[in-house]
């Protein structure tokens, strides 16, 4: 385990290792977690400071990622000893990822947690981070580096437990449809290959290609344009969304359901199986669930006060099939409220999450 050093040396280490470095930081926008995470002045040294980095801000996992990770915050056993230094960034750019690190870094925060936009791309902050003495730990997606700390579902297996699942699913038409997320996102670019590979390894045919977006009306689009020329399609496989735009194109065509598999974890995909699975839609919704992001909270705390963790975490995905779609639909909630707010052994409740989810 490395050493964490005190505020003051930390501070000072930081300032020299960003010594010279252009910290503006164009088109990012901060936010604070003021609810229950405490201030930055007064008795606020003594706690944790702990900054975190998110691309694409906006989009409803990524809110509810945060809405988790503040609720957690502002428990009892935390509100105390952790203020959140929240910095938001509108697009999955890694250059601007790098350069709001590296303003994290100048404001000596104690620890840096972010959701990666690349693979890579903010080495540079990490080499300041490092030689600053400040943990990074990457939390809703892996990234590539010795000195980082992963907190992280197990997206590539996500990938390929729909695969598995959709083959299985194929009777003698094997002809399928595949919708990736969002090229160029290291969790889309390192899934789908292998995605396609079980696929095809199991006999299966593809024909037709698209993306979703990772939205469920741009899995409706798309789907809605595949079927036009492929109405006979015997299964439809889309990365990490698509459980309700893709059964919803298949009921506005008027063609018969086949097997679905979608992922985006939001409440209209469990609903969405509930209400067609008695017309015969069989799907199995893959997502990760966002409060990963508190769980990399929880990890980061223990670090810092001194605990060993382990360097690489990967957790399961969440499942939703016909099994268990009742269990997670809420009725009383929109078709895109982000289910997956707790982690096992959190124990997050709907009203703790609700209190800081931006819809």
Known sequence: MQSTPTRKRRVAAAAAALAGAALILAGCTSAPADAGTGDASGSGDEKFVIGFQQPLGGQAWREMGLASMQALAARPEYKDKVELKIVRTNDNDAAQQNAAIQNLIAEGVDAIMFDPASA???DAAIAQAKAAGIPVLATGGPYD???VYVVSTDWANAGTIGAEWLADQLGDNKDVAVLEGLAGVPLNDGSMPGVEQVLTDAGANIVARGTNGWNEADAQKAAAQILQSNPDVGGVYSFLTGGQGIPEAFADAAIPFVPVVGGSGY???ACTLVEYGPDGLV???????PAIYAKGLEQA???LEGDDIEKQQFYPPLEITNDNAEDFCLPDQPDNFQLGYDFPGLDLTVDEVLAFYQK
């Open 145 to 147: 580096n010795d000195y």
């Open 267 to 269: 409440n209209g995909e």
């Open 120 to 122: 890579t791309g903010a």
């Open 301 to 303: 705390v223990m670090l």
């Open 283 to 289: 799907g199995n919704n893959v997502f990760g669930q």
